[in-house]
């Protein structure tokens, strides 16, 4: 049996994992990375980045159909199986260049099933490898993330009927049409990509609104309906799945309103759960609560000394971007003992569907609800001359501000290329000049990002010539990063 000291053990290498290793390395620390899986976790493996690789090709036969006649001629179609064959591609060179990157840096990675025993020691056991090692760490980063929440009505099956996992690692061929269970982000974006692709698509969703979600403004969720129509996506609101029965050609499924139909598939997307089992979280006395989400305080530290939770298996946004933001929170305080909070308001959101979607900071909505009188600078897309050129000018863009101050408080993007534009967004709510960022930065020409200065001028123009004391920072220009 081999022991080795620590001063962080990270749990789990997914992106809290990864970031938490590698903020904890360049700050000077001795970092052991565990994982009981594939290295990356699930958004490299089986989740954000195969997904987005699918979604990239699902956009790119969009665009060249839409351009069909105007310089490009003749059909495309999409190859399913060798779009799966790249997404596999993709994620073993990411995968390989992996532990290269973190022994660069001196983190040393470890295989195998972490489990904490009751003297604040990390087992860890390779059962492929019939192997036990033990190490001490002064600090713990529990990073194990989250798995697909089960459908009481919908058991997956990982042949008919599947989840989001069973998607990107065993399904082979195109379903003929499928039924997605869920219209949040997830099912949102499958829906995208299986429709482009050459399946009949439905999305069955409990709630009143697609993406229904209190950082995603309602605009942007009819503007998704709207489009998902218009393709051929049949879109089932207020309605729910109560039973499913497998047949020899597929799935029969009966809704709440007592209606039946056919798929030959169906996939299960209506949220995930975090996922602790087998840690050992009772030996060391880290209280969870009834969901089974470790229990944080905004340091991100847990119920006991020393140790921390981050990204899927604490409550928060259950995004990729937040347990980045989590990873670097929680490695500062451990390593250096600072007292860094999370703040989720300056975390983007991004969803990759048949619209692009991106928002961050606060909504109209929520902004009035926090005692603000808040105002909205709109914009669109339909005279950006790079969008006509690409015949892509569908979305809109909205900047949120209060009235009296002008202080930038948020933000959402609907249409090409949101999620790299939003970065500006979430720039200017964390800038000592806010609203004002928009106006001081020289733009390339033409390009997507200059229309949020087109959009935001107007306003900036009147808060000139108006009598109001401007308070020109953006919302989270103070906070403590």
């Known amino acids: 049996m081999q022991q080795d000291t620590y001063d962080l053990a990270i749990i789990g290498s997914g992106p809290g994992g990864y970031k938490a290793a590698i903020t904890a390395a360049q700050l000077g620390a001795r970092v052991a990375l565990i994982e009981r899986n594939e290295q990356g976790g699930t958004c490299l493996n089986k989740g954000c980045i195969p997904k987005n690789t699918l979604l990239h090709l699902a956009k790119l036969m969009e665009d060249v159909k839409a351009l069909n006649g105007f310089g490009i001629h003749g059909d495309i179609q999409g190859d399913f199986a060798a779009a799966l064959l790249h997404k596999e591609n993709v994620i073993s060179d990411i995968r390989n260049s992996f532990p290269i990157w973190l022994k660069k840096l001196g983190v040393h990675i470890f295989h195998g099933h972490a489990h904490l025993n009751t003297d604040g020691s990390i087992d860890v056991s390779d059962p ?172 991100l530290e847990t119920s006991t000394h020393n140790i921390y939770a981050i990204g899927d298996v604490k409550r928060g946004p259950m995004t990729a971007n937040s347990a980045l933001h989590d990873g670097k929170i929680a490695a500062s305080n451990a390593v250096r003992n600072t007292h860094l909070t999370v703040n989720y308001h300056i975390v983007p959101i991004v969803i990759d569907s048949a619209l692009e979607i991106a928002a961050v900071g606060l909504t109209e909505e929520m902004a009035e609800n926090a005692g603000f009188s808040p105002d909205v600078a709109r914009g669109n897309f339909t005279g950006s001359p790079k969008a006509r050129g690409r015949l892509d000018y569908e979305g809109f863009i909205e900047v949120v501000h209060d009235e009296e101050t002008g202080q930038m408080l948020g933000g959402c993007i609907v249409g090409p290329e949101a999620g790299e534009q939003i970065q500006m967004l979430t720039a200017a709510c964390q800038s000592p000049r ?43 220009a103070r906070h403590n990063q």
């Open 434 to 476: 806010g609203l004002w960022l928009f106006t001081d930065i020289n733009y390339s020409h033409p390009s997507w990002c200059e229309e949020l200065e087109h959009a935001i001028y107007p306003y900036i123009n009147e808060f000139s010539q108006s009598e109001h004391e401007i308070f020109q920072p953006g919302i989270y």
């Open 128 to 299: 492929g490898e019939d192997s036990l090692q033990t190490i001490q760490s002064n600090k713990i980063i529990i990073a194990t993330g989250s798995k697909a929440i089960e459908h009481p009505a919908c058991k997956v099956d990982g042949t008919r009927i599947l989840d989001s996992y069973h998607f990107l690692t065993t399904l082979q061929d195109l379903p003929e049409s499928i039924l997605c269970v869920g219209g949040g982000a997830i099912g949102t974006e499958f829906a995208f990509l299986l429709h482009q692709f050459g399946a009949r698509v439905t999305i069955a969703e409990y709630s009143d609104r697609l993406l229904n979600q209190d950082n995603i403004p309602e605009r942007a969720s009819v503007l998704l309906e709207r489009k998902f129509r218009r393709l051929g996506v049949d879109v089932l609101k207020n309605i729910d799945v109560t039973e499913v029965e497998s047949t020899d050609t597929g799935v029969e499924v009966t809704f709440s309103d007592q209606s039946r139909h056919q798929y030959s598939h169906v996939l299960v997307a209506i949220g995930r759960s975090p996922l602790t089992d087998g840690l050992g979280l009772e030996n060391v006395g880290v209280n969870m609560d009834d969901a089974g989400f470790i229990v944080t305080n905004s340091k």
